[in-house]
């Protein structure tokens, strides 16, 4: 997707451009090369803070100011309704993630790119130990202990005889737990991305962007879950 285009205006009436929230993301730090900024305020310890969107909204406010944006990106200038974006995801709470969770979603939009939730991933069973011969591939073995048997020999005669006890150490893979942590923290994101919008649409303070409510799918492992939002 392209960012690039000029807002238009008609009649003299400024149009603004309709993205949902991960395009903002995406055009607010890969195009206009938002920085993320983390300040604490003199007065908060930096232990379980995180900015509210009433903070960001109060300091853009302040400087009682506005710039002009162009059409291109010239020198180090950045839009700003991309500084106002990144401000936003700078003040994701602690219980969404805080300052952790406002890197990976500014990290994740600078790549643009989405979480892997391992879409397809299946545990199996498979060996630990593989071993190749001239016959191919195949399972390995490991002795997990001893076992005495009678052996009968010639005639009527028999005797004992040690042999080992093989087995065939496996594991799954992918582990279940992994795939629960990938869709997990897809989920998490998610969240993320739902604040961030909302706190954008609420804030009107955007002049040339709208977001709007798309959101990218939620819990797309499960095909027939309905969206939340």
Request: charged share 25%.
């Amino acid at each position: 997707m392209s960012f690039q285009g000029r807002i238009g205006r008609t009649g003299g009436t400024r149009v603004k451009r309709a993205l949902g929230v991960q395009a903002a993301l995406e055009w607010a730090f890969r195009v206009e090369q938002a920085q993320l900024e983390l300040p604490l305020p003199p007065d908060i310890t930096e232990e379980g803070f995180g900015f509210g969107l009433e903070y960001v909204l109060l300091q853009r406010a302040v400087l009682g100011c506005k710039i002009d944006g162009g059409q291109h990106k010239i020198g180090s200038y950045t839009h700003e309704d991309a500084e106002l974006i990144a401000a936003t995801v700078a003040g994701i709470p602690d219980s969404l993630g805080g300052k952790r969770m406002a890197i990976r979603v500014a990290e994740l939009a600078r790549a643009g790119l989405t979480p892997d939730w391992m879409p397809g991933a299946v545990p199996r069973c498979v060996p630990i130990i593989v071993k190749q011969n001239q016959h191919g591939t195949h399972a390995g073995a490991i002795v997990v202990g001893t076992e005495r048997i009678r052996v009968r020999g010639a005639g009527a005669r028999a005797t004992w005889k040690t042999i080992d006890i093989l087995a065939c150490p496996v594991t799954f893979s992918p582990h279940p737990r992994q795939i629960e942590a990938a869709r997990r923290g897809y989920d998490d994101w998610w969240q993320a991305l739902g604040w961030v919008r909302d706190g954008l649409i609420a804030g009107g303070m955007l002049r040339e962007v709208e977001v709007t409510s798309a959101m990218p799918k939620a819990r797309p492992w499960e095909r027939s879950q309905p969206s939340r939002w």
